[in-house]
């Protein structure tokens, strides 16, 4: 079993940063593009700021990332799931 350590000198977590892990959490074991992250949301498109804070999600351990490959020309999509808590 892993034990996450709480980084103490982190800002804490924002209401936005939990809406975002609100709607992994909503979806177990489902990998979520951005685009489908923002629409759960409501919005459009993630901001610079809703990706950043995906990122320290994963970062802080609640929250996977993975890249799967896609025919644009970049060659890739991120995806996102709520990380599993034993």
Same mark, same amino acid.
């Given at each position: 079993?892993?034990t ?10 924002? *209401?936005?940063?939990?809406k975002i892990?609100e ?9 979520l593009?951005r685009k489908? /992250?923002a629409l759960?949301?409501?919005?459009r !498109?993630l901001?610079?700021?809703d /990706? ?15 890249? !799967?490959p896609?025919?644009?020309? /970049? ?5 996102? !799931?709520?990380?599993?808590? *034993?």
């Open positions: 079993m892993k996450l350590q709480p980084d103490y000198n982190a800002p804490p977590i924002t *209401d936005q940063a939990l892990l709607v992994l959490q909503n979806k177990p074991g489902q990998w593009k489908e /992250i759960d949301l409501g919005k !498109r901001t610079p700021y /990706i950043e804070l995906l990122q320290r999600l994963c970062d802080e351990g609640m929250a996977e990332i993975g890249k !799967r896609n025919p644009t020309p /970049i060659g890739y999509e991120y995806a996102y !799931r709520a990380a599993f808590q *034993d």
